[in-house]
């Protein structure tokens, strides 16, 4: 499964973690999806 496609399937889950510990505005960086795509999908 590509992190794309994990992250849209945990996207509530993830943020509302994120929240409950203080956090907001999260994000991934380019080079973490970029290696996902990249060694993953080989």
Not at 8 to 18: F, G, P, S, T, V
Not at 19 to 40: C, L, M, P, Q, T
């Amino acid at each position: 499964m590509l992190l794309k496609q994990l992250l849209e399937e945990k996207r509530e889950q993830i943020l509302h973690l994120a929240a409950k510990h203080g956090a907001f505005n999260v994000r991934v960086f380019g080079s973490v999806d970029y290696i996902s795509e990249k060694f993953w999908n080989s």
